[in-house]
Nanobody, 126 residues
């Protein structure tokens, strides 16, 4: 397993950006996938996650209504569409996959995810 996150970059305040996560072209077979981020000087924090069977989705309050997690029909790429970016969104973003299905209250804990991408840096300039 080798999750690869990409799509980061330097954008201006208010811009949009889409992050992608793949597994070397293989199907993303895991029941739950999520995005986390680590802001400068902070611990890794939850951003968004989705259970594909049933469609339960959870977002951190700080990104709700601005970010959206999705997956392509081929199930090879998971996206994090980010809009109205703010300076506080500057972080390294990581995609993660859980081997087993989770209930929504478990989505936010890093320890429930077994595989992690290497991270992609998003910098939002004010």
């Amino acid at each position: 397993v080798q999750l690869q996150a990409s799509g980061g970059g330097v954008v201006q305040h208010g811009a949009s950006l889409r992050l992608s996560c793949i597994n070397s072209g293989r199907t993303l077979r895991w029941p739950v996938m999520g995005w986390f981020r680590q802001r400068p000087g902070k611990e890794r924090e939850f951003v968004a996650a989705k259970r594909w069977n049933g469609g339960s989705t959870v977002y951190a309050d700080s990104v709700k209504y601005r970010f959206a997690i999705s997956r392509d029909n081929a199930k090879t790429t998971v996206y994090l569409q980010m809009s109205t970016l703010e300076a506080e969104d500057t972080a390294i973003y990581y995609c993660a996959a859980a081997e087993r299905s989770l209930i929504t209250s478990q989505f936010t804990r890093t320890t429930n995810y077994h595989y992690w991408g290497q991270g992609t840096l998003v910098t939002v300039s004010s």
